[in-house]
């Protein structure tokens, strides 16, 4: 597989950078559990905009039986041209990963670790390993709708499966994937993408996935469609995906 060109590493700093000083001058709230990860935007303690760091690895496998077996809560809701609900803090994963998460909740839209991402946010560094999310329209294992200018160096190996804009890391991107990569299988109807179900007006730079992904209408290798979206030095694996078509991105093999 081929590494992320410096060019695009610098940009990444530079995005960084600029959105840092909103977060400089507040307490960096830890967390060490899938419970309190649970807390943000539910507990007055863990705001929606609020500066996150995973300190530990954390199991999740359990959230399969909380709330009557539908799993996780995702953080952030989904509104139609407002993101006044959504996860607007910085999250900063520090290089752990989160084992196993399930989310189960076929009739929900705005669906992942994250259900929306808004244009304040950053997230960086999380790994999500294993676990399964399920949802309807914008579908993700890290974000349902992403609106924002920095998740960077974010990955899953979660299975995701929805209807429409379902993505192995974000049903849909408005925003900017920055050096980030999905290895779970993806499966749907349309806007199906084994990164990103759908990249509407957003940027995909330094990523790829090797996830299987099936669907009906409009799907790809890395990235289901296209409307208005950029793609910069991005691949997928059309052996491992099962796709030799993507709305973005470069086409490889595995040999």
């Not at 507040?26 to 649970?38: H, R, T």
């Not at 993101?83 to 909740?105: E, H, P």
């Not at 669907?215 to 052996?239: K, N, Q, R, V």
């Amino acid at each position: 597989m081929r590494k992320v060109t410096v060019k695009f590493m610098l940009c990444t700093v530079v995005m960084l950078l600029l959105l840092a000083p909103s977060y400089a001058e507040k307490s960096a709230i830890p967390i060490a559990s899938i419970e309190e990860l649970q807390q943000i935007g539910n507990d007055a303690a863990y705001p929606l905009n609020g500066y996150y760091v995973l300190t530990r690895d954390i199991e999740a496998a359990h959230t399969a039986r909380w709330n009557n077996g539908a799993g996780f809560a995702p953080i952030g809701q989904r509104l139609e041209e407002d993101d006044s609900l959504a996860f607007n803090g910085w999250f900063d994963g520090q290089g752990f990963t989160i084992r196993g998460l399930v989310i189960n909740r076929p009739d929900a839209q705005g669906v992942g670790l994250f259900g929306s991402i808004g244009g304040n946010a950053v997230v960086v560094n999380v790994t999500l390993e294993g676990g399964s999310i399920t949802g309807s329209h914008y579908v993700g294992a890290l974000v349902g709708e992403n609106w924002s200018q920095g998740i960077t160096a974010c990955s899953s190996s979660a299975t995701v499966t929805g209807l429409t804009r379902a993505g192995g890391l974000a049903g849909i991107n408005r925003g900017t994937l920055d050096m980030c990569s999905a290895s779970g299988s993806v499966q749907g109807n349309e806007y199906v993408g084994g990164l990103a179900g759908r990249n509407y007006e957003g940027v995909v730079q330094g990523c790829y996935s090797t996830g299987r992904v099936s669907g009906g209408f409009w799907i790809g290798g890395l990235i289901g469609e296209s409307f208005a979206g950029e793609t910069y030095d991005s691949y997928w694996d059309i052996e491992l995906s099962g796709l030799s078509v993507s709305a973005g991105g470069a086409g490889l093999t595995s040999k």
